[in-house]
T-cell receptor, first 112, second 117 residues
Framework: GQQLNQSPQSMFIQEGEDVSMNCTSS?????WLWYKQEPGEGPVLLIA?????ELTSNGRLTAQFGITRKDSFLNISASIPSDVGIYFCAGQSGGSNYKLTFGKGTLLTVNP | GAVVSQHPSRVICKSGTSVKIECRSL??????MFWYRQFPKQSLMLMAT?????????EQGVEKDKFLINHASLTLSTLTVTSAHPEDSSFYIC?????????????FGSGTRLTVV
């Protein structure tokens, strides 16, 4: 099946630093989604990308849909302690099953 | 925005009993819902796709007689873990596909922590 390679697996940064994480795939996706999950909760959508090359921002977050449709990155600028959590990328390849493929997640720790 | 409500948030049950988890779309109709299982420090693993008015589609390796899915209305899907055993203890999350102006997204419930003792 399809697989997403998400990196890095974890990050330990100081408050105020910028963060970058990315996902790559061997196959094409039509939609890229970035989620944040906090302990004991379901994932919450951060940014949705629907078009190759699209660059979208949501506050301090910026994500891009790679031009090859096989990758995406998420940047967080000026990190704050509440950014702590696990960030997942997810891709949807089209077709009638609408299934999402998830990356393995990036655990972000922000030191005040 | 689209909200998915999942209940219960936590449940503890005895081995051999069955547990039902509900997933409701509160302000939209969801013809397709998804059920995931998540182990600690791991990603979400899709178990099955729930389709309103028809049988669920299970992923390879997921026992359909063990994890019964019913999607009887456009706003409710249920997952029943039958004859639960300790190895079924996990975090279960539902999701619904939501159509929007630019495309579609996926909204997740808040998850159910199942502990089988």
């Amino acid at each position: 099946g399809q697989q997403l390679n998400q990196s890095p697996q974890s990050m330990f940064i100081q408050e105020g630093e910028d963060v970058s994480m990315n996902c790559t795939s061997s196959s094409i996706f039509n939609t890229w989604l970035w989620y944040k999950q906090e302990p004991g909760e379901g994932p919450v959508l951060l940014i949705a990308l629907y078009k190759a090359g699209e660059l979208t921002s949501n506050g301090r977050l910026t994500a891009q849909f790679g031009i090859t449709r096989k990758d995406s990155f998420l940047n967080i600028s000026a990190s704050i302690p509440s950014d702590v959590g696990i960030y997942f990328c997810a891709g949807q390849s089209g077709g009638s099953n609408y299934k999402l493929t998830f990356g393995k997640g990036t655990l972000l720790t922000v030191n005040p | 925005g689209a909200v998915v409500s999942q209940h219960p948030s936590r449940v503890i049950c005895k081995s051999g009993t069955s547990v039902k988890i509900e997933c409701r779309s509160l302000d939209f109709q969801a013809t397709t819902m998804f059920w995931y299982r998540q182990f600690p420090k791991q990603s979400l693993m899709l178990m099955a796709t729930s389709n309103e008015g028809s049988k669920a589609t299970y992923e390879q390796g997921v026992e359909k007689d063990k994890f019964l899915i019913n999607h009887a209305s456009l706003t409710l899907s249920t997952l029943t873990v039958t004859s639960a055993h300790p190895e079924d203890s996990s975090f279960y999350i539902c999701s619904a596909r939501v159509s929007g102006g630019r495309g579609y997204g996926y909204t997740f419930g808040s998850g159910t922590r199942l502990t089988v003792v």
